[in-house]
């Protein structure tokens, strides 16, 4: 596919307020950003903050400040899914009342030996919708997509994953539901983001194309692992992002990247590298995988 150019390209970056940014954060930051830039597209920012008991205080304002402290700069207000529930709320009750989607009353007990793959347990209990997740009807198909560093993808929805969760059972809408609707209502057409997040695009797919809307293109980048294997990240002691570090870990994150800035912009400020970046992005150099030495060291 030829690349797209401004105003037809729309990206974000969408970070989980459950903790502060880290490496792992900046990489997919920077590369969504550049990815946008530099083709002169525009990159929005949305909080994905569907989870309050998962909310670390103070994380929004952190992320922000990070974000600036990098030189980031994004296009109009950002979006925090906590006041997107109306319209989260109105699909699945269209989902719910055309019999595409269903109430499911069971518990993580009664789920553990199928090993996440729902067996259809409530598919067909007629279970009112109150005090029960509420579960999307998938079909025995699969779902494909060709991703611009992880190459095609496959999954079938029916034997891998199962009718998936659209709304919790303490009410809180699921991931999948409000990331499909927000990236529609946003106009996305490119997401840039973790590979950790590639086995759920298949279920957003099939959302895309119950719902009638567009499928933007999909670039996952490699996870950043630690020798044993954890992916770095807030669980695995991988330290907040410092203001006073912003210029080497940019440049640390380009090469992880595959990008090659120059010796001279170890000296230059975030905004300065972030425009090399912008001038120089080439997305086919981005590995497919990654372990934490080979971050550091390129």
């Not at 909310?55 to 296009?75: M, N």
């Not at 009750?93 to 030996?113: I, M, V």
């Not at 190459?151 to 994953?161: A, D, F, K, S």
Request: net charge negative.
């Amino acid at each position: 596919m030829t690349s797209l150019t401004s105003p037809d390209y729309i990206g974000r970056f969408a970070p989980t307020p459950s903790g502060h940014l880290h490496f792992g954060s900046l990489v997919a930051a920077l590369a969504s950003y550049l990815d946008a830039r530099s083709v002169g597209g525009r990159w929005l920012l949305r909080m994905e903050d569907l989870d309050p008991p998962r909310e670390e205080p103070g994380a929004q304002a952190a992320i922000l400040k990070a974000l600036e402290s990098y030189g980031f700069e994004w296009d109009g207000t950002m979006i925090r899914q906590s006041e997107r529930h109306a319209a989260y709320a109105q699909v699945l009750d269209q989902l719910f009342n055309h019999g595409l989607a269903y109430a499911c009353t069971c518990s993580r007990k009664q789920l553990e030996p199928y090993h996440g793959i729902y067996p259809g347990l409530c598919r067909n209990a007629g279970h009112p919708g109150e005090d029960a997740a509420i579960r999307l009807r998938v079909p025995e198909l699969e779902y494909h997509f060709n991703d611009r560093v992880q190459g095609q993808y496959r999954q079938h929805l029916g034997r891998e994953v199962g009718d998936f969760v659209i709304r919790r059972r303490d009410g809180l809408y699921a991931y999948q539901l409000a990331v499909v609707l927000d990236d529609a209502w946003q106009g996305i057409t490119d997401i840039v983001r973790g590979a950790d997040l590639l086995d759920s695009t298949p279920r957003q797919l099939y959302l895309q194309e119950l719902l009638g809307l567009r499928q933007p293109r999909y670039l996952h980048l490699p996870l950043i692992t630690q020798p044993d294997g954890n992916k770095l990240g807030k669980s695995y002691r991988s330290p907040p992002l410092r203001a006073d570090q912003a210029t080497p870990l940019l440049l640390r994150a380009l090469r992880a990247l595959g990008q090659t800035p120059p010796a001279d912009l170890d000296d230059a400020t975030p905004a300065e590298v972030l425009k090399w970046g912008s001038a120089h992005w080439d997305a086919t150099l981005i590995p497919r995988t990654l372990t934490l030495p080979e971050a550091l060291l390129r």
